[in-house]
Nanobody, 129 residues
Framework: QVQVVESGGGSVQAGGSLRLSCEAS????????MKWFRQAPGKEREGVAS????????YYADSVKGRFTISQDNAKNTVYLQMNSLRPEDTGMYYC??????????????????????WGQGTQVTVSS
């Protein structure tokens, strides 16, 4: 069983920045795909960014490219999501999800929330205009 715990959400004005953290209960060297999802009220959960822990390969949704950066700290078994130039449409509950399979490179229509076994409790991000 893998546990993941998010932190770092909050409220900011448009153009501001936040950094989310996701700590996993296993070492990054064990190899897992970590993906950040978000869900706005009344909308489906959508993928934002993913990272495969063993090689650090990263993947982003088009809506966040150039603004968000996913990274990892191997010593802390933690994956981060640095969010810059935030927009009101970035508002939502952000979740990190992990799976031990090496499938981070799969296209987004396959790497859906249903593909992931381990989930955090979520952290709220609110961006005001």
């Amino acid at each position: 069983q893998v546990q993941v715990v998010e932190s770092g959400g909050g409220s900011v004005q448009a153009g501001g920045s936040l950094r989310l953290s996701c700590e996993a209960s296993i070492s990054t060297t064990s190899g897992y795909c970590m993906k950040w999802f978000r869900q706005a009220p009344g909308k489906e959960r959508e993928g934002v960014a993913s990272l495969y822990s063993r090689n650090g390969n990263k993947y982003y949704a088009d809506s966040v490219k150039g603004r968000f950066t996913i990274s990892q700290d191997n010593a802390k078994n933690t994956v981060y999501l640095q969010m810059n130039s935030l927009r009101p449409e970035d508002t939502g509950m952000y979740y990190c999800a992990a799976d031990l399979r090496n499938f981070c490179w799969y296209p987004s229509y396959i790497l859906t929330p249903h593909a992931f076994h381990y989930w955090g409790q979520g952290t709220q991000v609110t961006v005001s205009s």
